[in-house]
């Protein structure tokens, strides 16, 4: 069986390719459960110095990016981060975006360095839809609370965009229609992200993933919502056949923009197994990771729920 996808429609900034992203700090003062890098957090070494200088000559001579991510585990812990923001400003970079979990910007008077500095774009992670859920799955007390307010204050600043990122697992992806309905007052909230939950090992021990099935109600009235609120949306590592059965293909965008990162990152990246699915030889989509090992591990390949794209449903 192959579904068709009448109501593809644009939804997602797709600018990955205009931006680079350096991972520059490797500490974090949460305990998300679904963190996928807490078993390497400590041998990871952030982007060196000279890394960082050589974006910002790539910058300065070619205007090869419009963007820069400065990312890592969580990149406020950086002290000289305002002075990054503020060199790759000067690189030429018009967009600089920090991925964070916001409990910092709780502090005007950090948030405002920040935005002094030339920061105008801020990919929050939201994990819960209310403090309960949130501060259980982030494992810190009063993460909501800072998080809310550090969005509320950015809210009402001018050239900012903020964009959420949301990691679904067994534990979130009830939430995720709540989730949008708790933000749905942020004016500048442009874009809203549902990141499946990969545990970058072959076992999902900690049994966060969740059938793709039982995730997909919420997660397509999760994006109607977020669509009717003028969010952009973009999926990630969920099966493009199921989207496009809820007219939602065009949601899934796997593609990330360049990412600078120690190398030994990619050993456990590899560990997922992606791109795998019983139909992969036959199916058309370019933009699938399939089923990944662990998935398949405890769920199967559920040979009769997928189903593969032809070439024009691509
Ligand atoms: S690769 Fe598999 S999961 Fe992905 S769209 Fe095709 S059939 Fe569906």
Redesign the pocket.
């Known amino acids: 069986m192959a579904f068709s996808d009448p109501g593809a429609k644009s939804t997602s900034l797709r600018d990955h390719a205009d931006y680079v992203s350096l991972t520059m700090e490797f500490r974090c003062n949460l305990r998300c459960v679904h963190c996928m890098i807490e078993g390497t957090m400590d041998r990871l070494e952030p982007q060196s110095d000279a890394s960082f200088d050589n974006v910002l000559d790539e910058q300065r001579r070619n205007r090869r990016w419009r963007g820069l991510i400065l990312t890592g585990s969580e990149v406020t812990l950086r002290r000289d981060l305002p002075d990054l923001a503020r060199r790759a400003r000067a690189a030429g970079f018009a967009r600089v975006r920090i991925q964070t979990h916001g409990a910092r910007l709780a502090r005007p008077d950090y948030a405002e360095r920040l935005l002094d500095a030339g920061v105008n774009e801020f990919f929050v992670s939201v994990a819960g839809s209310d403090r309960d859920s949130h501060d259980r799955i982030v494992d810190v007390k009063g993460s909501w609370d800072r998080m809310m307010a550090g969005l509320d204050y950015l809210d009402d600043k001018p050239d900012v965009r903020l964009i959420t990122n949301t990691v679904v697992t067994a534990l979130s992806y009830p939430l995720l229609p709540k989730m949008v309905d708790a933000l749905s007052h942020l004016k500048r909230l442009v874009q809203m992200e549902f990141w499946t939950y990969w545990p970058m090992a072959e076992k999902d021990d900690k049994k966060l993933c969740a059938p793709h099935a039982e995730v997909l109600p919420c997660l397509a009235r999760a994006i109607r919502r977020a669509h009717e609120l003028g969010r952009n949306v973009e999926v990630k590592n969920f099966?493009?056949?199921?989207l496009i059965r809820e007219g939602l293909g065009d949601t899934l965008v796997n593609d990330q923009p360049l990412l600078l990162i120690d190398p030994a990152f990619w050993d456990e990246f590899a560990r997922n197994g992606f791109d795998q699915?019983v139909?992969?030889t036959v199916?058309r989509?370019r933009a699938?990771l399939?089923?990944n090992t662990a998935y398949a591990d405890r769920f199967g390949w559920d040979r009769d729920g997928?189903?593969?794209?032809t070439e024009d449903q691509h």
């Not at 099966?239 to 199921?242: A, I, K, V």
């Not at 997928?306 to 794209?309: E, G, I, V």
């Open positions: 099966p493009h056949c199921l699915c139909h992969r199916c989509s699938c399939g089923i997928l189903a593969p794209l």
